[in-house]
Structure formats: C-alpha cells, structure tokens
C-alpha cells in the first residue's frame, strides 16, 4: 500500500499528464478536409489549376496543387515571350495558373501549360487594363516594319511608331531592347490583335516635368533664348532651361512690325523678360527689356528752380 506522500506524488504526475494532453493540439478531420476534397476532385484535361511553385529547375516548374499528384510546366509551356527568364521571374512560392494538357505524364505527374492558360485569362485582364488605363513596364522584343513589337501578359503586342514616344521616332532601331511604360489601347481578342502605346505616358510626364520648371521660372527675370519657330503672330523662344516660351509679336519691338521676321530670324539668340507663366504657359517681351535700357530725360534745374528747357533755351538759335 502505499503512504500519504507517495499517493500525493501520483496524483501530481497525472495532474501535470492532464495538463500536458489538454495543451497538445487535438487533430481533427476538419484539419484535412482541404486536402481530402482535392485528393478525390478529379482532374480532366482542359481544366485550369492554380498551384504553388515547389522548384524552379533547369527546364521545369514543379507545382503543389493540392492534389495527389505535382504539377509540371515545361519551359516552352511558361511563356510566349522570347525573353522570358524562367530562374529570374518564377521563385518557390509562388503561384501560378496553368491548363492541364495531360493528366499523367508517365510518372504520375499532370502536365500543365501556362501559355494555353495565359491565352483564355490574358485578355479579360487586357481588357480592365484598357478600361483602367494602367500603365504597366513592357521590354520591346523586335523592331518591325512602322512600329515594335512587345510582349504584356505574355500576348504579343504592336506599337506603332508614332505611339512610340512623345515625339514621332524617326529611327526605330534605337528602341530595339529598351523597357518602356504604355498603357493598352486595342484589346481585341477574337481578332488577337493587342496594341499598346507609349506616348500618352510620356507625354504626361513630360507635361509634369514641365510644370516643375515653369513653377521655377521667376516673371521679371531676364534670361536668354534661341529663336526656334516664327510665326505671323509671334515667335517661339526655347529658354535655358529647356522650356519655350511665345514672344508675342507686340512684345517683339517698340515699333510696330508685320511680321517677327523684319526682327528676328530662326537660330537667333536673344534675351527676353518673363512677363508671366499663367497657366503653364510663358510669355515673354524683349520690349519691355528695351523699354527698361532707355535713358530717361535729364531736366537740369538752376539753383532758382528754372528749368534750363524752358520756352528761351528752346528757341535759342533759331532764326526768325
């Protein structure tokens, strides 16, 4: 039998046993309730999956789908894109959604495409982007004839050349491998016709940049220019800053002219007064440069305060 600090100790061990059990976390068939009701889905060709990336490896992707067997891509089933690294933009963990093409390759593995995938979802994404007008990053892949080619969701995109940038680009071959931002403006996918534009985007920072260095012009200062443009109603002046601003034909001369050109001639450096940036548009005047160099009229007075252009000093040496 046993004492009084024996049955004590007994009953502590199965005290701290109770404790222990009830801290352990009690596994239930809910825990697998996600992976039971994959293991019996059945899987068909033409079904699209979504699975997490396991490894990336010399020419696969090895995918958990949730499923009893792995998924495989093969590197000429990730992309339509010509460039497109494998190592450099597929990393574990990631997910990735693919069609099945077959449901057993031989070894118990369901062979997937992300390219057929791409195809059915690419568009509908197009299209939002389209809507949203998102700009997105887009590497030109080739240069062709009027524009580039480009590739975004991996669908092969045009951009004609004179969506190219802000300006019309004369030579294409200079884009050739350059990453761009454009937005979609075709999305067309019964005729697979996918168009994409880089000049609104450059525009739009090209008019932001714009409005910082006109922010920076002070009215009053006087700066130089080059002549760029003439036009009946004025000139256009490029500024040191890069910025053009209009020297408006009656801010040209004191005297009044017909045209810029009986002044100035395109090529020609001249210094202007900024008169104002209203609006994100700079006037300027070299009248008012010349208004402000000429010599005011010196009135000499005697010590008697008369003025040594009175009527007498006026009409000294004339002969009557």
Not at 77 to 101: R, W, Y
Not at 129 to 138: I, L
Request: proline share 2%.
């Amino acid at each position: 039998m046993m004492n009084n600090e024996q049955n004590k100790e007994v009953h502590a061990e199965a005290a701290a046993e109770a404790v222990e059990t009830a801290a352990e976390p009690v596994e239930t068939m809910a825990d697998y309730e996600a992976e039971l009701e994959a293991s019996f889905k059945r899987v068909r060709e033409g079904d699209i999956l979504t699975g997490t990336v396991i490894s990336v490896e010399d020419d696969r992707v090895v995918l958990d789908l949730k499923y009893y067997a792995e998924g495989i891509i093969s590197r000429e089933d990730l992309s339509n894109d010509p460039e497109f690294q494998m190592k450099e933009e597929i990393h574990p963990g990631d997910e990735i959604t693919a069609t099945v093409v077959k449901t057993d390759d031989g070894q118990g593995n369901i062979v997937l495409s992300k390219k057929e995938a791409n195809d059915i979802l690419a568009w509908d994404k197009l299209r939002q982007m389209m809507e949203d007008r998102t700009v997105v990053k887009v590497k030109i892949a080739e240069i062709v004839k009027s524009g580039a080619v480009a590739y975004l969701e991996g669908i092969r995109a045009f951009i004609p050349a004179s969506k190219l940038a802000a300006e019309y680009v004369e030579n294409l071959e200079e884009w050739n491998g350059k990453t761009i931002e454009v937005t979609v403006i075709t999305a067309d996918e019964e005729e697979k016709r996918l168009v994409l534009s880089g000049k609104e985007v450059a525009r739009e920072k090209l008019a932001a940049e714009n409005k910082k260095k006109v922010a920076k012009c002070q009215v009053g200062a006087v700066v130089e220019g080059t002549v760029e443009t003439l036009k009946d109603y004025g000139a256009f002046v490029t500024l040191e800053n890069g910025l053009t601003g209009l020297l408006h034909i009656s801010q040209i001369s004191n005297q009044r002219i017909k045209h810029p050109g009986v002044v100035l001639k395109e090529g020609q450096t001249v210094n202007v007064k900024i008169l104002s940036t209203d609006n994100g548009k700079i006037s300027l005047s070299m009248k008012a440069i010349e208004a402000a160099e000429e010599p005011e009229e010196v009135f000499d007075y005697k010590e008697s305060g008369e003025a040594m252009t009175g009527l007498g000093a006026l009409l000294k040496g004339l002969k009557l």
